[in-house]
């Protein structure tokens, strides 16, 4: 299994940036995404970008050019920039472990399983 801690939201105005960071334990060797999807109040789950272990990434369309998504092997942390953000982009995010194979909850767009994720980090985008 895969522990996560998210940090890093908050609250900002529009156009604004943040940081999310995600540290992770436990089984992390075999671990081949790691990645963030996001929940905002009356909405369903929405996968946001995934890093796969060879460094390959994916992003949900609505984030493109705005998000980057990447990886610090050696201190086992994730990390999500966000930059040039938007009312809509105001969720509680979440850091996931997950697979191609199977897990809990599956990001269509992505093709990518998502499995042990934390307790979140909420970001508030004000107009």
């Known amino acids: 299994q895969v522990q996560v801690v998210e940090s890093g939201g908050g609250s900002v105005q529009a156009g604004g940036s943040l940081r999310l960071s995600c540290a992770a334990s436990?089984?992390?060797?075999?671990?081949?995404?790691m990645g963030w999807f996001r929940q905002a109040p009356g909405k369903e789950r929405e996968g946001v970008a995934a890093i796969d272990k060879y460094g390959g990434t994916r992003y949900t369309d609505s984030v493109k050019g705005r998000f980057t998504i990447s990886q610090d092997n050696a201190k086992n942390t994730l990390y999500l920039e966000m930059n040039s953000l938007k009312p809509e982009d105001t969720a509680m995010y979440y850091c996931?472990?997950?697979?191609?194979?199977?897990?809990?909850?599956?990001?269509?767009?992505?093709?990518?399983?998502?499995?042990?994720w934390g307790q979140g980090t909420q970001v508030t985008v004000s107009s």
């Open positions: 436990g089984s992390t060797d075999s671990t081949y995404y």
């Open positions: 996931a472990a997950g697979s191609p194979f199977g897990g809990t909850w599956y990001w269509k767009d992505g093709g990518v399983w998502f499995d042990y």
